[in-house]
């Protein structure tokens, strides 16, 4: 059984073939193995669409039964990022990120808002021979419904017309802007600011001068090292800024940088009158600890009332090791979850208790069986952020059930002359439910003037 390519897709095929023949031999490499990485970062229509046509290309390659079951692993399957295909009566062929059996019809299904979706892939199939289908659907990945945009592209299916596509979150959309989730706190990563400082263009087209007020006074605007500023585009017109108030009301001009310093409004201006966003890269003083540091600021041209501002926010950069740092569900060396507990603590040391924000909800922080917690110098917890926990256990004589005492060898690790080190016990693992022996790295660290303790732990079925 096979696919078969037609048209324009047929074309884009010989070319990538082409390409991968004179890179490789065939057998090496398939032609899109460019596509190979982290699903999780694809994020923008033309990802979506050459993913789909690499898709579709596999198929011709290697054939029907053996791309249904390469699709289903971790190079073509990533959490919310899966490929589908589907007759154009809605037969479903294979979903190997959804609960969708083969042979199954999908044609009656519908979103939260009547769109028929299957029906409305297999249109643009048919009559366009492909294009992008807008609809909303559970995000897997946070188990909200959130806005969906799929890519499919017609291909054959055993002489019979049929369509492949896969699907995507956007981020940058008012409609994936809720407060739970997009916060000045959750704040960690450039894909984040750029999400952060998107929603505030649209609660600032929504509501006006309101916005500036709420940019100020919600914390769910300004948190720690986070804040926005908007800006003139024209002039440099300080309108509002968070972190610099003293600032508001002045012409922010190169005359108003000192020698040598990057003049960051005005070189926004620049690249703004000919992009519609812009990085900056320079140091500055971080609120939060009160000392210069690395700062990138992501900005925006936003239009409002006929008007063009600028609308920014910045990223204090951690140390380049922690830049390096694997996503929490990735970490399965005992090295990684060292470096993962340093740099914990080397947030938590910057922002106090705004890391748990972090620490709680962030996938660079929780994913898998891995996350951190915080202790004090009574064992009590300070910080888990699992929702199981037994009260007995934030005491120092707990024992667990190999008859060790957890809280208090970790309280003994970082009271230790070295202050830090490994503790082995048992603890149930959130991602098997069972209990099994866990390795957890203990750092010392100071929080309110109190002594804490910071770990992370390995189970170990999960060690490499």
Not at 20 to 29: C, G, Y
Not at 198 to 221: E, I, K, M, T, V
Not at 368 to 373: A, I, K, R, T, V
Request: glycine residues 8%; aromatic residues 10%.
């Amino acid at each position: 059984m096979r696919f078969r390519l037609t048209g324009p897709a047929l074309t884009m095929l010989t070319l990538a073939l082409l390409l991968a023949a004179s890179a490789t031999p065939v057998a090496a490499q398939t032609p899109c193995d460019s596509h190979a990485g982290r699903l999780a970062d694809l994020n923008s229509r033309e990802e979506l669409k050459a993913f789909v046509h690499c898709a579709a290309a596999h198929v011709e390659m290697v054939g029907w039964e053996q791309a249904a079951q390469d699709f289903g692993g971790h190079q073509w399957l990533d959490g919310p990022i899966y490929l589908f295909a589907s007759t154009l009566d809605g037969t479903m062929l294979f979903s190997p990120g959804t609960d969708y059996i083969p042979g199954e019809s999908l044609w009656e299904l519908r979103d939260s808002e009547g769109v028929a979706v299957v029906q409305e892939q297999a249109r643009i199939a048919r009559d366009f021979g492909g294009g992008y289908v807008y609809y909303r659907l559970e995000n897997i990945q946070s188990g909200a419904e959130e806005p969906k945009l799929s890519y499919v592209l017609q291909l054959d299916y055993q002489g019979e017309p049929a369509f492949i596509g896969a699907g995507l979150h956007p981020q940058d959309t008012h409609g994936t802007c809720p407060a739970d989730t997009v916060r000045a706190s959750l704040v960690y990563t450039e894909q984040d600011i750029e999400t952060f400082v998107g929603c505030a263009a649209h609660h600032l087209q929504r509501n006006g001068l309101q916005a500036l007020h709420d940019f100020n006074s919600d914390p769910r605007w300004s948190s720690g090292p986070t804040y926005l500023f908007l800006y003139d585009l024209e002039d440099a017109f300080a309108v509002f800024n968070a972190g610099q108030p003293q600032v508001v009301g002045t012409i922010r001009d190169t005359s108003a940088y000192a020698e040598g310093r990057i003049a960051v409004v005005p070189e926004m201006q620049r690249i703004l009158h000919s992009h519609d966003d812009s990085y900056i890269y320079y140091r500055f003083r971080n609120p939060a600890t009160d000392e210069e540091g690395r700062k990138i600021t992501y900005a925006r041209r936003v239009l409002h009332n006929g008007h063009e501002y600028l609308l920014a926010a910045g990223l204090y950069v951690p140390s380049l090791e922690c830049n390096a740092l694997p996503l929490a569900r990735d970490i399965n060396t005992r090295e990684e979850l060292q470096l993962y507990v340093n740099c914990g603590v080397e947030l938590l040391e910057e922002r106090g208790e705004l890391a748990f924000d972090l620490f709680r909800y962030h996938p660079q922080w929780v994913g898998g069986s891995s996350y951190l917690f915080v202790s004090g110098s009574d064992c009590r917890n300070i910080f888990y952020p699992l929702d199981y926990l037994y009260d007995e256990s934030q005491t120092c004589d707990f024992v667990d059930s190999a008859g060790n005492l957890p809280n208090q060898d970790i309280l003994d690790m970082s009271t230790s002359e070295a202050g830090e080190g490994w503790v082995d016990y048992v603890w149930l693992n959130p991602a098997s439910e069972t209990l099994e022996t866990k390795s957890s790295y203990i750092i010392a660290s100071t929080l309110n003037d109190e002594h804490v303790s910071v770990g992370a732990g390995l189970y170990e079925s999960e060690l490499q």
